[in-house]
């Protein structure tokens, strides 16, 4: 069964390019770039997979001394299939695995630009991080991330509603029986998260139990791949700095957690490790003064969001009977987890070809502390976004930063329905994609 992506989109696009360069996807494991890809191979005559984590034979093809013609020639011997510009599609899946495949999709675009050729692989960053001139202007990257709520709501059949949604105007209330159906099925979606096997199996079945251990799986392969990241760091430490993000999110990052056994330096050194494989998002502090918003960033302050809403619920053991049963989400927020969602909404429905970054706003003074949970940026206007998870709060820092920084309109997250406050734009949580539309 697979579940339609909206990166499949741009997959198309690509395809018909006439000025086409090799592709390159990237993404956490397990997101579903490989499914993504195939499922494109079925608009070509011929797909050629290789995968280089389950075949070292193809390790020793690229790593002699063959022009990108030969390697081809000897691709079609050891698949038995066709490599024609126009017709084939060549899928080089897990390439991190082999640095000379990874070079060599320069070679492609200027020996054989007019054949189709993507590359996909986990920890990627990892193996770029050795090649510092990679494929500059050769190359295109895309980035693939757990599904978002508009591609849940397709899963559950709700194309429909999906579609509304996207068309439908923040200015209007949606219907009350629309808006209580959609905040149904995102309290589903923030306790499975996006992945795509969890996801599947809630399809599937509609069993959150079973969902939950497909979750404890997905657990212990992280832990698992906690080995590959680097040798000289030992799993230990990255299993604990990942716990701490998680016991921390929607704060900003403390090194001095409880039971700390690592020295700064090294919960650094994990933090980084974490973020190229791309399983934690930094969230990182910025004045806010003007555009571009990283301009003015403090490093020192810096939040992380781990990658998925429901791995994040497992390893918090968060109650979901109290989540599907109450109003407001501040029954089992512990974790901030309302906030964590929309970051990574943010993330998932941005431009998949330029990786998102995220910032918050603070203000600490002896007489006013303020805090903004997070600052866009659209058409050179600069909008605050605060995260309720219930339909009640305070909205004083909203009001102090748009008094500070002069600005018209802010926007507040909840499970309210679509309205207008005042200058605050209120927009309900199930609708983050909204905040990208120009």
Request: hydrophobic share 40%; glycine share 6%; net charge neutral.
């Amino acid at each position: 069964m697979y579940l339609v992506r909206n990166i499949d989109n741009e997959l198309i696009k690509w395809k018909t390019e006439a000025k086409r360069k090799p592709l390159l996807l990237r993404g956490a494991r397990q997101v579903g770039k490989t499914s993504a890809v195939k499922r494109l191979g079925e608009q070509f005559k011929h797909f050629v997979y290789i995968n280089f984590d389950e075949n070292t034979a193809y390790h020793q093809l690229f790593n002699q001394d063959y022009s990108i013609e030969e390697i081809c020639q000897q691709l079609e011997l050891l698949t038995n299939t066709p490599i024609h510009a126009g017709e084939t599609l060549l899928f080089l899946d897990e390439i991190q695995s082999c640095l000379p495949a990874l070079k060599s999709l320069r070679y492609f675009y200027e020996k054989l630009p007019a054949l189709h050729v993507i590359a996909a692989g986990s920890l990627l960053e990892f193996a770029l991080a050795e090649l510092p001139s990679f494929g500059v202007g050769r190359i295109r990257s895309l980035f693939m991330y757990p599904m978002c709520f508009s591609e849940f709501l397709n899963a559950m059949g709700e194309n429909n509603l999906s579609n509304h949604l996207l068309e439908h105007d923040i200015k209007t209330s949606l219907p009350d029986s629309i808006h209580d159906k959609l905040i149904a099925l995102y309290k589903v979606f923030l306790l499975i998260g996006g992945m795509p096997e969890v996801v599947r199996t809630y399809v599937q079945n509609k069993s959150l139990l079973e969902v939950q251990t497909i979750l404890n799986d997905l657990q212990l392969s992280i832990q698992d791949d906690f080995a590959k990241y680097k040798t000289k760091v030992p799993s230990s430490r990255l299993i604990e700095v990942f716990n701490s993000v998680v016991y921390q999110t929607g704060n900003k990052f403390s090194y001095t957690y409880p039971n700390a056994t690592l020295y700064a330096r090294q919960i650094k050194e994990a933090l980084q490790l974490l973020e190229m494989a791309g399983l934690i998002y930094p969230v990182t502090h910025t004045s806010a003064n003007g555009v571009p918003l990283g301009a003015e960033i403090n490093p020192k302050k810096v939040k992380y969001l781990i990658y998925d809403t429901g791995v994040y619920q497992r390893l918090l053991g968060l109650d979901l009977s109290s989540l599907m049963l109450a109003d407001n989400i501040d029954v089992i927020n512990k974790g901030n987890i309302a906030e964590l969602y929309v970051g990574l909404e943010l993330i998932k429905t941005a431009d998949p070809y330029v990786p998102l970054s995220l910032y918050y706003w603070q203000r600490d003074s002896r007489n006013s502390q303020a805090e903004v949970d997070y600052v866009i940026s659209k058409e050179n206007n600069i909008y605050p976004l605060e995260v309720k998870s219930g339909t009640k709060g305070s909205m004083q820092s909203m009001y102090l930063f748009l008094e500070e920084k002069k600005r018209s309109l802010g926007y507040r997250l909840s499970l309210e329905n679509f309205g207008v406050l005042n200058q605050i734009q209120i927009v309900p949580l199930y609708a983050v994609m909204k905040l990208q539309d120009k």
